[in-house]
């Protein structure tokens, strides 16, 4: 029961760290090309890393495990299903900005210039992000109270 308890709270934990963390990037981002706002571009990114490490983990423990429902009740689950639809798009959406800010931390610890050209557009894709979380935190509820399971 404690196992249980502990990995949900720290699933909603992890919602709320990733939505703070990818609002304040996208802050960031539009605050670009002023040299302070990369660093905070690149610290927000990074706490939204970690919020989706979190996410993921105790997500495919929960999903997975002995902790939950079990991987019968949450697959058949239409809220969970639109849950991982959007978790899937969240990710589509972050090859870019991802590789951009792997390579924007290499140049700055060579010392070299980052092109932050594309920071409106990954701007725009944090915003997206952003509303595919919320949504993702209606179809966590919409299943908490046993919606979206098909009846017999």
Avoid at 7 to 25: P, S
Avoid at 80 to 98: D, R, Y
Avoid at 102 to 109: D, H, K, N, P, S
Wanted: include cysteine; charge should be positive.
């Amino acid at each position: 029961m404690l196992t249980r308890w502990l990995l949900a709270a720290a699933h909603l934990l992890g919602l709320g760290i990733g939505l703070g963390a990818i609002w304040g990037r996208r802050r960031a981002l539009l605050q670009l090309p002023d040299a302070s706002a990369l660093g905070r571009v690149l610290y927000t990114d990074t706490w939204w890393g970690i919020a989706a490490a979190i996410w993921i983990s105790t997500g495919l423990a929960r999903a997975l495990g002995p902790f939950e429902k079990g991987r019968d009740y949450y697959f058949h689950n239409h809220f969970f299903l639109a849950k991982m639809a959007c978790l899937l798009l969240i990710l589509i959406l972050e090859i870019a900005p991802m590789l951009t800010f792997i390579r924007w931390r290499g140049q700055l610890a060579r010392h070299e210039s980052v092109d932050t050209s594309k920071a409106r557009f990954f701007a725009r894709i944090s915003a997206w992000q952003a509303v595919l979380v919320m949504v993702m935190v209606l179809a966590a509820t919409a299943m908490a109270r046993g919606l979206g399971t098909p009846t017999p």
